[in-house]
């Protein structure tokens, strides 16, 4: 009667596990409808790029995913960092207002937060994060924040605390539907979503990173 009782409690924790998908391709609103009869039921977009300029196919990539009844959508913001680029929360700004302007809708703005172009000074990120995310509530959108301990460590440090309250993508490869390998970081107790492969050749043609939430 225990091992029942166990096995029905894993099938409905199961139950409410969504899957989804972030990818840079152009996908057509059937090529969305065709993902959703796949069970991809949300999708994230990059809606600004490293270089400092719009994504337009990210954009096109939302309001398809809406157009085809994909009710989960979100966007994510990957910053310009170099010093020619503009002051964050100017790049925060555009974005919405191109988002407004395009009638994208979305649900949360992610700020992409990986190692990259990011300078070694962590408290010139802090600064940069913060003033995006203030920008991002300024404008009354929803921020949040995608990153992995290792990122989170080299950027701002372990020691930096400031958001346990925004949503958290867990960047983590491990193959894993779930969160069980989550490692505390950030305050974060435990993610909104996790990344859990890479680019793949999905179904419907599309190559996509694939997501998991519950």
Same mark, same amino acid.
């Given at each position: 009667?225990?091992? $029942? ?11 409410? @596990? ?29 809606? /600004? %790029?490293? &270089? ?29 960092? @170099?010093?020619?680029? @503009? *002051?964050? #929360?100017?790049?925060? !700004?555009? %974005? ?5 302007? $395009?009638? #994208? ?10 190692? +990259? @172009?990011?300078?070694?000074?962590? %408290? ?5 994060? &913060?003033?995006?995310?203030? !920008? ?6 929803? *921020? ?7 990122? /989170?460590?080299?950027?701002?440090? +372990?020691?930096?605390? *400031? ?12 193959? $894993? ?6 490692? $505390? ?30």
């Amino acid at each position: 009667m225990i091992r $029942e009782l166990l096995i029905l409690s894993v099938a409905i924790a199961g139950a409410d @596990a969504v899957l989804g998908w972030d990818g840079i391709q152009a996908v057509s609103e059937s090529g969305f409808k065709c993902l959703k009869s796949h069970n991809y039921d949300f999708f994230i977009g990059r809606v /600004w %790029t490293s &270089t400092g300029n719009y994504d337009e196919v990210g954009i096109s990539n939302i309001k398809n995913a809406r157009a085809a009844g994909v009710t989960d959508v979100g966007a994510y913001i990957f910053p310009c960092l @170099a010093t020619r680029c @503009a *002051p964050p #929360a100017n790049q925060v !700004e555009a %974005t919405i207002n191109k988002l407004k302007a $395009e009638k #994208a809708e979305v649900n949360y703005i992610w700020l992409d937060i990986e190692r +990259l @172009a990011w300078p070694a000074d962590h %408290t010139h990120n802090r600064n940069f994060i &913060t003033a995006m995310v203030d !920008e991002v509530q300024k404008m009354g959108y929803k *921020p949040a924040i995608y990153s992995n301990n290792n990122n /989170w460590e080299a950027i701002v440090g +372990l020691d930096w605390k *400031p958001f346990p309250h925004l949503p958290l993508w867990w960047a983590n490869y491990n193959g $894993e539907q779930g969160f069980s390998r989550y490692q $505390e970081f950030g305050g974060w107790a435990k993610p909104l979503i996790h990344q859990y492969k890479g680019t793949t050749a999905g179904p419907c043609s599309v190559s996509m990173d694939l997501n998991y939430k519950q």
